[in-house]
């Protein structure tokens, strides 16, 4: 699913209303119905409603549905933002529309005196402004949002929250708190990003029957990975195939008190589907893994407790992941930069692997393709500081097609920057993954997918989706709080088989 901008959003408007064809108002009058049956089918009608309105376009959708709640029996009140203009021509339609409904109370706000208190069982429509805001609040409209959100009623946003920007940072600005944003269509690039969470309260996105032959011929800049994308990278089995076909991958990790770290990637690895998997670990990890995980091949470091050298037959693997449990001990780092010198197909880095790059520089020599996966701050010591999150994502890009690499940054909906410049935002995942060993796991999907033939965009796409998609389904069955990282693994081949079915 393509995530547009705010001119792309309006483009599709406009051209539904060219070619479906069909009125600018009657397109409104869609929306405002979309939103009043979310309303309807979620229970709502119990509440009085306060709306408050601006005079664009997204003051008209909640004009309609104020009209919309009146013709219901619903007690409904409108509060306009007055600065001595007319509104646009949809919402000056819908005003006079409203005007015939005399149980609707219509009130216009020209100064801080005409802010009223709001009782706890009022649900707040906010309808101020839509997608087409380009810069923050100030004056009284702004001390109109601190208002609300100083209520206790519950908010729900049409199309964003007012006062958010729908494809820059919006961080420091005053922004309406939604418990609810119902959007149209599609995502927006602001709706992705963590800065944001506290403001969208839970997303819905309503389909208002935009027409959709306008997307082929849109070059979006960020896509969501969904269940159709990921149907047109998984590849089902031959039933003639045998574990040769299906890659020899190596993990290297694992160090005195950070063997969890191995074992976790290593069993993660084997449920995406390897062929064959080695772990190259310090030595004092050997009983450990080979207990832990029978089906994985051992191969040990002649040290300890950390990893020193490289085994010189690194060339017969078709994947390499490097970095959960490794430590950053200065003989390791040493160690991870010959590897990288010698291995030239691409390599999945991550955790201390990620903290050896920072520390050692070695990163302009990474094989091309490889994917990186840090999380904010590990990305923060390998590029340099963000001031937000979408300063971050743009880094994100500028580096990976830099370095001729994949960097997955890792969040709630984990970004992908592909070396051709494009960002996937996943759909799937839950706070229940922020959990010890959740990265490591993932390092073994990704590994094991890349061992297997997937390129290494559609290892990442399918890799990171998996991996959320598994996380929701330990979610269900074990609760998002009782969540651990081997959960993920254990309901790896649950995954699967949605994606197969």
Known sequence: MKILNAEQIRAWDQYTIQHEPITSIDLMERAALKCFEWLEDNHWFVYSFSIFCGKGNNGGDGLAIARMLAERGCAVSVNILEFGHKGTDDFQVNLAKLHQFPSVTIQFIQDETNFHSLPNENVVIDALFGSGLT???????????????????????????????????????????????????????????????????????????????????????????????VNTIYKARNPFAHKGNFGHALLVGGSYGKLGAAVLSAKACLRSGVGLLTCFIPKCGYDILQTAIPETMVLTDTNSSMITNVDDDVLEYEAIGIGPGLGTASETRAAMKELLSIYKKPIVIDADGLNGLSMEKPIATLPHFSILTPHPKEFERLFGECTNDFERIGKAVTNAKLLNCLIVLKGHHTCIAMPSGKCYFNSTGNAGMATPGSGDVLTGILTGLLAQGYSSEQAAVLGVYLHGLAGDIAAEECSQEAMIAGDIVTYLGRAFKQIEA
């Open 135 to 229: 810069r923050p609040l100030e004056g009284m409209t702004a001390k109109l949002v601190e208002h609300l959100n100083k209520s206790r009623c519950a908010i729900i946003s049409i199309d964003i929250p007012s006062g958010m920007s729908v494809d820059q940072s919006s961080k420091g600005n005053i922004i309406v708190k939604a418990n609810y944003t119902l959007s149209f269509q599609c995502f927006k690039p602001a709706f992705l990003v963590a800065e944001n969470s506290a403001f969208l309260g839970e997303v819905v996105i309503l389909d208002i029957g935009l027409l959709p032959e306008f997307l082929p011929g849109i070059e979006a800049r960020f896509e969501l990975i969904d269940r159709s994308l």
